[in-house]
Nanobody, 124 residues
Framework: QVQPVESGGGSVQAGDSLRLSCVDS????????MAWFRQAPGKEREFVGG????????MFADSVRGRFTLSRDNATNTVYLHMNSLKPDDTAVYYC?????????????????WGQGTQVTVSS
């Protein structure tokens, strides 16, 4: 199975913005969308947000709602995570993931295809 690939991570200061990209070359017509998760040192992997391929519907975790946005380019199988007003608590490795079924949820077990992650570091 072809795994998605993340890029765009880096080191920024609090209040800055950053855009992450996820290219899912393994996408098929039956795939519902893509989700973003993140994992900080010593923490469990947590859901960030997701977007559908067909309608572009969004969902976000409470911790990022209002600061992060999502977009997608179906022609290039690319999903973008736009992160604004970044805080040190946003520091983590960010992963994109393909859901196994036709929904996006916060349970990591609903996903069977993950990227290797991209590091985001936010300093105060």
């Amino acid at each position: 199975q072809v795994q998605p690939v993340e890029s765009g991570g880096g080191s920024v200061q609090a209040g800055d913005s950053l855009r992450l990209s996820c290219v899912d070359s393994g996408r098929t017509a039956s795939d519902y969308g893509m989700a973003w998760f993140r994992q900080a040192p010593g923490k469990e992997r947590e859901f960030v947000g997701g977007i559908t391929w067909r309608g572009g519907a969004h969902m976000f975790a409470d911790s990022v709602r209002g600061r992060f946005t999502l977009s997608r380019d179906n022609a290039t199988n690319t999903v973008y995570l736009h992160m604004n007003s970044l805080k040190p608590d946003d520091t983590a490795v960010y992963y994109c993931a393909r859901p196994q079924r036709g929904f996006i949820g916060a349970d990591i077990h609903d996903y069977n295809s993950w990227g290797q992650g991209t590091q985001v570091t936010v300093s105060s």
